[in-house]
């Protein structure tokens, strides 16, 4: 697998060494390093219109890839396919025609997330970070609006609303806005969340939203004069980063250190900030694929999807034809089809590293909080309860990020004005 630093630098070579056939690469570390070879060479074809050869990358690639073989292999497959995706995308005929039998874009996510909440400790991390802070701040508050961004997961509430039913000063009023596109989601959620708070005899209230944030007003939440009010984004926030770019198609690994204006972010942080919350919570992948250049976040993906194909191998022990396995891999090839295949508006997994949210979030007038006083002996008890090896949660100017070894994947943050 490729390594899993932070900042990793590729230096392989774009050409393949002419001692061997593809079918003599036996060896998993050559084979490895074979695919990582001929993906980046696609991606550069891709990049320049050279259709014919990215099309012969992509058979030799076939020769090696397997979404029942090894991580690299699996991983190989996916970003193979998001590059054959982004090269059928010049006929937008045939593209249409492909995806007539796909299931809509909700309906595979509503079959993979909870299972991803369930197997892989990145969401409950993330959540129990959001909720030790969040019971720390809200004591002694009366009134508490919470706003969920888009998670609709009962992972995330149900311990909440336990949680807020036993503080020591006594229950608060409790209200739960829960925004999401899918309105499947809040029908099952706000029945679920009434029930346990009756159970809990917490006062609450549950105020479905049936919009995305991009249609979100400060209006339609209903914010009250008195209540105490917090935000919570759960790997949503980044789709407001989409807009009409174009890719540069030239091939370069020379990054920009500067930050890609967002006046539709600026706005929307802006307008939340109005509205004087105690606290924003923000949960994003830790990853840098908001980038004009298609090799640029290529490889950036590469790096960043192979430490999380190699934590799902973990997961499930290697076994390579586990059900489960298929459909988060599925969930993650998603991901990286948009971010290799998809332009403008339509390529929304725009995910982008603390610093730069940190810049976002100051440019809109926030402030960082920390979130423990003592988080690294926190942290090292919640990943010993978890009882899984490999991850870790350090501390990083104010975040906490949650890492496979070494390599940061997710980051939690808290905000206040």
């Keep these: 697998?490729?390594?899993?630093?932070?900042?990793?630098?590729?230096?392989?070579?774009?050409?393949?060494?002419?001692?061997?056939?593809?079918?003599?690469?036996?060896?998993?570390?050559?084979?490895?390093?074979?695919?990582?070879?001929?993906?980046?060479?696609?991606?550069?074809?891709?990049?320049?219109?050279?259709?014919?050869?990215?099309?012969?990358?992509?058979?030799?690639?076939?020769?090696?890839?397997?979404?029942?073989?090894?991580?690299?292999?699996?991983?190989?497959?996916?970003?193979?396919?998001?590059?054959?995706?982004?090269?059928?995308?010049?006929?937008?005929?045939?593209?249409?025609?492909?995806?007539?039998?796909?299931?809509?874009?909700?309906?595979?996510?509503?079959?993979?997330?909870?299972?991803?909440?369930?197997?892989?400790p990145y969401l409950g991390f993330s959540y129990a970070i959001i909720s030790r802070t969040l019971i720390k701040a809200m004591t002694g508050e009366r009134v508490i609006h919470l706003v969920d961004l888009g998670s609709g997961d009962a992972n995330l509430w149900i311990p909440l609303l336990r949680s807020f039913s036993c503080l020591l000063d006594g229950q608060p009023h409790l209200k739960v806005t829960c925004m999401n596109a899918n309105k499947a989601i809040l029908e099952e959620l706000g029945p679920r969340l009434v029930k346990e708070a009756e159970a809990l005899g917490l006062p609450f209230q549950f105020a479905p939203l049936n919009v995305s944030l991009r249609e979100l007003t400060l209006d339609k939440l209903g914010v009250k004069s008195g209540e105490a009010l917090a935000f919570i984004s759960i790997l949503n926030l980044h789709s407001l980063l989409a807009e009409d770019d174009s890719v540069d198609a030239h091939f370069s690994h020379n990054k920009t250190n500067g930050i890609k204006d967002s006046k539709q972010m600026f706005r929307f942080l802006s307008t939340i900030r109005s509205s004087s919350p105690k606290l924003f919570f923000l949960v994003e992948k830790e990853a840098d694929h908001n980038l004009n250049k298609l090799v640029d976040r290529f490889v950036e993906g590469l790096h960043y999807y192979s430490a999380v194909f190699d934590s799902v191998d973990d997961t499930f022990g290697g076994n390579t034809s586990s059900r489960e396995r298929l459909v988060l891999e599925e969930m993650f090839g998603k991901e990286i089809e948009n971010i290799v295949a998809c332009d403008g508006v339509e390529r929304e997994e725009r995910h982008e590293r603390y610093g730069r949210w940190m810049v976002r979030f100051g440019q809109a007038g926030f402030k960082p909080v920390m979130m423990w006083h003592d988080s690294t002996e926190d942290a090292k008890q919640m990943v010993e309860a978890c009882g899984r090896n490999g991850y870790k949660i350090v501390n990083e100017r104010a975040s906490l990020m949650i890492c496979w070894h070494d390599r940061p994947l997710y980051a939690v943050s808290a905000w206040t004005c």
């Design 1 to 120: 697998m490729m390594s899993s630093s932070p900042k990793p630098e590729v230096t392989l070579s774009l050409t393949l060494s002419p001692g061997s056939t593809l079918q003599e690469v036996v060896k998993p570390q050559e084979r490895g390093v074979r695919l990582i070879q001929l993906l980046l060479t696609c991606a550069k074809h891709a990049s320049s219109s050279n259709l014919h050869r990215a099309d012969e990358c992509l058979r030799q690639i076939s020769l090696l890839a397997s979404v029942s073989g090894d991580s690299m292999q699996r991983l190989s497959a996916w970003f193979a396919s998001a590059l054959a995706v982004r090269l059928v995308k010049r006929w937008p005929g045939l593209h249409k025609v492909l995806n007539y039998t796909q299931l809509p874009k909700q309906d595979q996510l509503g079959q993979a997330q909870p299972l991803f909440g369930r197997v892989c």
